[in-house]
């Protein structure tokens, strides 16, 4: 499955639809500081609060979408440069998908495109509990993405691994949980009944590898346009 042909084919069928193409209407993209991104949160452990990545912002006629990624700046042009524009490294992507999003957005298809705030964060792992519960029952759950508050929340439930590509992370024990490397991510998927992955795994450019056949659920607001568009289960409950 090819996500970004397809993302890539229905942000061309959308802007030739509502004639965005026709005008010079400019996608601003700017990186957010982590104050920006995620507020002022209790816990301090997040990847936006660390530092090491980033999130990138678009807007679009007023309306803003957002993507998560380890390669960021800042970005102007046209609609008809961003869908031009060869997706080869997490920046570009990483605009892609901000501008996909704020886009989306705009034309009233995706929602929940700007990551939440402040004490939203430890709110939405205990509503992802019950949310797995009454959609998929009791799963071993194989998850690609490190957001600390969800793999505390996860761990005291469900059977859980955990994998990421933070070495800071890898090796050692949250919550009970040792975060794997990338490439533990085909046994964890063999051995898992829901793979719960990131929306970052399409900035960079992985999550063809890991929709498989198992039951997936995607988070976050990096994915919000794509999932919307492509029909992918996402949970994201307290994005704006």
Same mark, same amino acid.
């Given at each position: 499955m090819d996500f970004y042909r397809r993302i890539k084919n229905e942000f061309t069928r959308l802007s030739e639809r509502n004639n965005l193409g026709a005008e010079t209407i400019q996608i601003r993209v700017r990186t957010l500081s *982590? %104050? %920006?991104? @995620?507020?002022? +949160?209790?816990?301090?452990? /997040? *990847?936006?609060?660390?530092?090491?990545?980033?999130? #990138? %912002?678009a807007e679009f006629k007023g309306c803003f979408g957002q993507a998560f990624t380890d390669m960021y700046g800042n970005f102007?042009?046209? #609609?008809? /440069?961003?869908?031009? #524009?060869?997706?080869?490294n997490n920046f570009r992507r990483a605009i892609f998908l901000a501008s996909f999003n704020a886009v989306t957005r705009y034309l009233g298809i995706a929602d929940k495109t700007v990551h939440c705030k402040d004490e939203a964060p430890p709110i =939405?792992?205990?509503?992802?509990?019950? /949310? @797995?519960?009454? !959609?998929?029952? &009791? *799963?071993? @759950?194989?998850?690609?993405?490190? &957001? *600390?508050?969800?793999?505390?929340?996860?761990s005291k439930e469900f059977d859980l691994r955990v994998v990421d590509m933070d070495e800071d992370n890898i090796g050692? %024990?949250?919550?009970?949980?040792? @975060?794997? $490397? +990338?490439?533990?991510? +085909? $046994? !964890?998927? $063999?051995? =898992?009944?829901l793979a719960f992955v990131t929306g970052s795994a399409l900035t960079n450019d992985t999550l063809d590898d890991l929709m498989g056949s198992k039951q997936t659920l995607v988070f976050g607001v990096t994915i919000a346009g794509p999932a919307a568009c492509l029909g992918l289960r996402r949970f994201c409950p307290y994005g704006s």
């Open positions: *982590p %104050e %920006e991104a @995620i507020g002022n +949160p209790e816990d301090k452990d /997040y *990847p936006l609060t660390k530092g090491r990545e980033r999130m #990138m %912002e102007s042009g046209d #609609m008809n /440069y961003v869908l031009q #524009m060869e997706l080869n =939405c792992a205990r509503e992802l509990v019950s /949310y @797995i519960r009454e !959609n998929f029952g &009791q *799963p071993r @759950i194989a998850m690609v993405g490190l &957001q *600390p508050r969800m793999v505390q929340a996860l050692h %024990e949250k919550f009970g949980v040792t @975060i794997g $490397a +990338p490439d533990e991510t +085909p $046994a !964890n998927l $063999a051995w =898992c009944d």
